[in-house]
């Protein structure tokens, strides 16, 4: 009786959780978009908006406020890299979280849309719990990539890490805690959350809460930004 509590007051607290995401769909098929937002909806997330360009998703996003835009990369106005960058540089709140779909996995592409803001990228070849784990994982502020890609944005930030850094007086770093630094030092290594709480010994929760405390800390806004700062400060020896 007892278990069978516990695993519905589970199930219900990941319910709760799913119906926070808000997702925008951003693409201009009118098929795939429709599809791809009724499969967010079957999954439980709330679909608060669809946008056929890129112009319209600017428009409609501050009234919407979705959590996370699932925003394809050629939209028939704007670029998509243009809408991301432009949707984190207007948010009045909290910036919604951009999740890459595109057909193209051209590594200036890739690069171009991480250095806009987005948290992930996803090639439009991925299965449906993929992405649907996406939505997931970028709602929670984790970077999400199609496997290959990951290793392309990391080894762009090494190399940016590596070139010599214009000379002029910095601020006091922030100072961030033992278990905080531990969590950097992991997450730069590529480690996943729910792989860094096992090998810490805490709950996936306790590292998305030190993720976040370092973010707000160092003023940084997303999970690539974080690892970037941390391979410049050779966090990931």
Do not use: C
């Not at 959780?17 to 997702?23: D, S």
């Not at 908006?49 to 428009?59: F, S």
């Not at 949707?87 to 849309?113: K, Q, T």
């Amino acid at each position: 009786m007892d278990g069978s509590v516990r695993a519905g007051a589970a199930e219900d607290s990941g319910a709760a959780e799913e119906r926070q995401v808000r997702v925008m769909v951003v693409d201009d098929h009118p098929m795939w978009r429709d599809a791809v937002a009724r499969d967010l909806a079957e999954a439980g997330f709330e679909v608060v908006a669809t946008a056929g360009d890129g112009a319209k998703a600017l428009r409609v996003a501050p009234a919407a406020r979705p959590t996370v835009v699932l925003l394809d990369l050629q939209l028939p106005d704007l670029s998509g890299v243009e809408v991301a960058a432009r949707l984190l540089a207007g948010s009045d709140g909290p910036a919604p979280r951009v999740l890459i779909l595109s057909a193209s996995g051209e590594h200036r592409d890739v690069l171009d849309a991480v250095k806009a803001g987005a948290t992930g990228y996803l090639l439009k070849s991925a299965g449906r719990e993929e992405l649907l784990e996406a939505v997931r994982g970028v709602h929670r502020g984790e970077a999400v990539f199609t496997p290959g890609l990951a290793g392309l944005v990391l080894g762009e930030y090494r190399r940016l890490a590596a070139e010599p850094a214009p000379s002029q007086e910095e601020d006091p770093a922030p100072e961030l805690t033992r278990r905080e630094t531990e969590v950097l030092r992991l997450v730069a290594k590529g480690l996943e959350y729910k792989a860094i709480a096992s090998r810490l010994g805490i709950a996936h929760r306790t590292v998305q809460n030190h993720v976040q405390n370092t973010l707000t800390k160092l003023q940084l806004h997303n999970r690539a930004q974080l690892v970037r700062y941390a391979i410049e400060k050779n966090l990931d020896e």
